[in-house]
């Protein structure tokens, strides 16, 4: 039995006659009580199907078969496709019950023939009641598995990405190569028009930090400045101290359009970078203006920039490492294992393409008396200053190394004999020109230089370049010092300068 009173402040149930008599009306509304309100629409003035989609949704609605029959297919088509409301089907006709197989037919869940007494109705709405709390359980079901499908999707476009940023930042120990992937890999989430980053090193005795400024791209000097501002202040504020100076190194050697916009041409993210919970860095992103992020997606955002933080540090570390391992500690230039593997490599190189070959090997003049008379620190300071003079004099393609205590070779590929003479003398001069002060003292060193030369075509062995540069060497430090000296052959004329 169907029992449904009305609560104070509760609406009545709604529900649908579709073309219903007086007589009918009463009969249903006879049957239901006072929990249910009946929407009768007149059989002459039948709404249209998009119109009921608007209505407020019945819990059943009554159709005399008389009326449905009348209905051309067109229109009757139109009511089946009404799917949220159950439709209860009145014979009012025939003496005959209509089959069931023609009552589902038509797209009605059941049918009730007159007189339509109370137990009729309330079973027909009790079955309506039922299928309707049926459909809208396995509705809401439907929701919540395609919310879970929207859910796992996304999950897993964030897992895909997140195994992106791993790839890219762990395909590479060179800090430019990561910054530069990451660019295009956080390009999926963020419109990232450039990636700058900031990493800097804390001295311990005056808790002052060097900082390396990594750009996206060379820029005009207007806009670098601009740029490098922002990020010392950055590294000011997230290294939580004073910083120094700064190196500048650009990811992106090509020359784009988008190099030449300001930090306030868009909106600018800044993200600390921490390994082992330390702060050694900060990335920053210049965005477009108007994009917004969702929550998860900021979420992502934060863990890929934890795992490109992880990659940054575990490069830096390497660079190092390497840089211990190729430098010299006191002059930071090569060291000599660096250089003999580089005169292999160009010695190689110059054999498959023929090209010309130099080689210096340079030598301070009495070098001993400086650390006898003004100690071995003031001896470092030459040392470093010439290795200043070296780094500063030469192409990035060549190679200047510390060959061992005061003796320093730079190797020169694609330089001629006179070229090589050339550059030598200039150093020379460099080093002669320097004045040194250490300790109330002032003082100055010369250099004695040799050149030797591999021209194009010539064969000769390995070590060959090395033995006649040390040869010209020995000429100029006997021969008076602080001069250039080009080897020459057995007995040939040598070419000497001071």
């Not at 890219?168 to 700058?196: C, F, G, Q, W, Y």
């Not at 808790?207 to 400024?213: M, S, T």
């Not at 990035?396 to 005061?406: H, K, N």
């Amino acid at each position: 039995m169907l029992k449904q009173t009305i609560k104070r402040g509760k609406r009545p149930e709604l529900m649908w006659g579709l073309g219903l008599d007086d007589s009918l009306a009463g009969q249903i509304a006879q049957g239901v009580g006072p929990g249910f309100h009946i929407r009768n629409f007149p059989a002459d003035s039948l709404p249209r199907a998009r119109e009921l989609s608007q209505e407020e949704k019945p819990c059943a609605a009554w159709v005399p078969w008389s009326v449905w029959s009348a209905l051309s297919e067109q229109r009757r088509q139109e009511y089946r496709a009404q799917e949220n409301t159950q439709r209860i089907l009145i014979q009012d006709t025939g003496d005959e019950p209509l089959e069931m197989d023609t009552v589902l037919a038509e797209g009605f869940l059941t049918v009730v023939r007159t007189p339509l007494t109370r137990p009729k109705v309330q079973d027909a709405v009790f079955r309506a009641r039922e299928v309707t709390s049926m459909y809208s359980d396995i509705y809401r079901m439907t929701e919540e598995i395609l919310l879970e499908r929207e859910l796992l999707a996304r999950k897993t476009d964030q897992l895909m990405f997140l195994n992106k940023i791993l790839a890219s930042a762990t395909e590479s120990l060179d800090p430019a190569t990561i910054l530069l992937n990451a660019k295009d890999t956080l390009s999926l989430v963020l419109p990232v028009k450039m990636v700058h980053a900031a990493f800097w090193t804390r001295q311990q005795d005056s808790g002052v930090a060097d900082v390396e400024l990594f750009l996206n791209g060379k820029m005009i000097p207007d806009t670098e400045s601009l740029w490098v501002e922002h990020l010392m202040a950055s590294a000011a504020e997230m290294g939580s101290g004073p910083v120094n100076g700064f190196n500048i190194l650009h990811t992106d050697p090509a020359r784009r359009p988008e190099f030449s916009l300001t930090p306030k041409d868009g909106k600018l993210v800044t993200m600390p970078l921490t390994a082992a919970h330390e702060t050694f860095g900060c990335l920053v992103l210049l965005c477009e203006p108007d994009y917004r992020l969702g929550r998860d997606q900021v979420e992502t955002f934060r863990s890929a920039v934890n795992h490109l933080g992880l990659a940054l540090r575990n490069a830096l570390i390497f660079k190092e490492v390497k840089l211990r391992a190729d430098r010299d500690g006191l002059t930071r230039i090569y060291n000599r294992h660096s250089f003999d593997e580089r005169l292999i490599y160009e010695i190689k190189r110059r054999r498959r393409y023929n090209h010309d070959l130099s080689l210096l090997m340079v030598d301070l003049d009495h070098f001993k008396q400086v650390n006898d008379t003004y100690g071995h620190k003031a001896g470092d300071m030459v040392l470093r200053k010439v290795g200043e003079i070296l780094t500063e004099t030469f192409r990035t393609t060549d190679l200047a190394a510390r060959y061992g205590g005061e003796e320093f070779v730079v190797l020169l590929p694609h330089t001629s004999e006179e070229a090589a003479w050339k550059l030598a003398e200039r150093i020379r001069e460099s080093i002669q020109g320097c004045v040194f002060r250490f300790d109330g003292h002032e003082f100055s060193v010369t250099a004695s230089i040799g050149v030797a030369s591999v021209e194009a075509g010539a064969l000769t062995r390995d070590d060959d370049l090395l033995i006649k540069a040390d040869k010209a060497l020995y000429k100029a430090k006997n021969n008076g010092r602080n001069m250039v000296v080009i080897s020459r052959p057995e007995g040939a004329a040598q070419a000497v300068t001071n």
